[in-house]
């Protein structure tokens, strides 16, 4: 049961100014994203009628519609949140967080590669399975959603029990997938410039972390930070820290 002051506290962050332009901030941004992602749909809907339905046009719409479903889900929790209790100061945390996130875009500027057949399927499944295991991750996630580095409430359970950045790693297989679709130097250039940023907003992510929830450290302990541990015992626990 919520205590009086636990209301009190949740409806005083709730009302913080900051708090109120980040949620505007973020949901116009991704409401456009979503915009254009449904005209992708809507295009790649086209093409696969006039292609007669071509593996690489089914592939282009089943992409937008996964990356729809994604946006949508983040709208609603960035929507239904409640203020931070812990933010990270400075103004390279923040540059971390928007390249990290809208840095992949970039790719769609790039003319498309011809990767017959099987590469379309390969880019299609890496797509669709990064973005749905980033759809169950958000619904663990839940209202503790947000881009810069700030903390709500520590998530520790379901695929945080595994590993403690999952939507990073579900993220960067899905941006594999983008990749494949647009694959040149460039691409590659963007892509590994894109991971740079997204280890940087883990280490702040984690910065923040430590110092709102004091169970964390156990947490961070046992918990590798990108790969699960696959197997048991001291091997794997030396495995968890070198990767952790």
Same mark, same amino acid.
């Given at each position: 049961m919520e205590t009086k002051s636990q209301a009190d506290d949740e409806s005083g962050r709730a009302q913080d100014p900051r708090e109120l332009i980040g949620k505007v901030a973020l949901? &116009? *941004?991704? &409401?456009?994203?979503?915009?254009?992602?449904?005209?992708? *749909?809507?295009?790649?809907?086209?093409?696969?009628?006039?292609?007669?339905?071509?593996?690489?046009?089914?592939a282009r719409v089943l992409s937008a519609f996964s990356t729809t479903m994604f946006t949508t889900m983040f709208?609603?929790?960035?929507w239904r949140r409640h203020g931070a209790t812990h933010r990270l100061p400075g103004i390279m945390p923040r540059l971390d967080a928007l390249a990290g996130t809208?840095? @992949? +875009?970039? /790719?769609?500027?790039?003319?498309? &590669?011809?990767?017959?057949? #099987?590469?379309? +399927?390969?880019?299609? /499944?890496?797509?669709?399975?990064?973005?749905? #295991?980033? /759809?169950y991750v958000l619904h663990f996630l839940g209202t503790s959603l947000s881009l810069t580095p700030q903390a709500r409430r520590l998530?520790? =359970?379901? @695929? $945080? %029990? /595994?590993?403690?950045?999952?939507? $990073?790693?579900?993220? %960067?297989?899905?941006?594999?997938?983008?990749f494949l679709q647009v694959a040149s130097w460039q691409a590659l250039l963007i892509l590994c410039t894109q991971f740079m940023f997204q280890i940087r907003r883990m280490l702040n992510e984690e910065q923040v972390l430590w110092i709102a929830f004091? =169970? $964390?450290? #156990? $947490? &961070? %302990?046992? *918990?590798?930070?990108?790969? @699960?541990?696959?197997?048991?015992? =001291?091997?794997?626990?030396?495995i968890g820290r070198r990767v952790g």
């Amino acid at each position: 049961m919520e205590t009086k002051s636990q209301a009190d506290d949740e409806s005083g962050r709730a009302q913080d100014p900051r708090e109120l332009i980040g949620k505007v901030a973020l949901i &116009a *941004t991704f &409401a456009t994203i979503w915009g254009l992602n449904m005209l992708s *749909t809507g295009a790649g809907l086209l093409a696969f009628s006039e292609a007669g339905g071509s593996l690489s046009s089914m592939a282009r719409v089943l992409s937008a519609f996964s990356t729809t479903m994604f946006t949508t889900m983040f709208i609603v929790f960035v929507w239904r949140r409640h203020g931070a209790t812990h933010r990270l100061p400075g103004i390279m945390p923040r540059l971390d967080a928007l390249a990290g996130t809208f840095l @992949p +875009m970039a /790719l769609m500027l790039l003319p498309r &590669a011809e990767i017959g057949n #099987a590469g379309q +399927m390969a880019s299609f /499944l890496l797509i669709c399975a990064g973005m749905c #295991a980033s /759809l169950y991750v958000l619904h663990f996630l839940g209202t503790s959603l947000s881009l810069t580095p700030q903390a709500r409430r520590l998530v520790v =359970d379901g @695929p $945080y %029990a /595994l590993v403690r950045h999952p939507l $990073y790693v579900c993220e %960067a297989v899905a941006g594999v997938g983008f990749f494949l679709q647009v694959a040149s130097w460039q691409a590659l250039l963007i892509l590994c410039t894109q991971f740079m940023f997204q280890i940087r907003r883990m280490l702040n992510e984690e910065q923040v972390l430590w110092i709102a929830f004091p =169970d $964390y450290a #156990a $947490y &961070a %302990a046992r *918990t590798p930070r990108l790969f @699960p541990k696959l197997v048991k015992g =001291d091997v794997g626990a030396q495995i968890g820290r070198r990767v952790g």
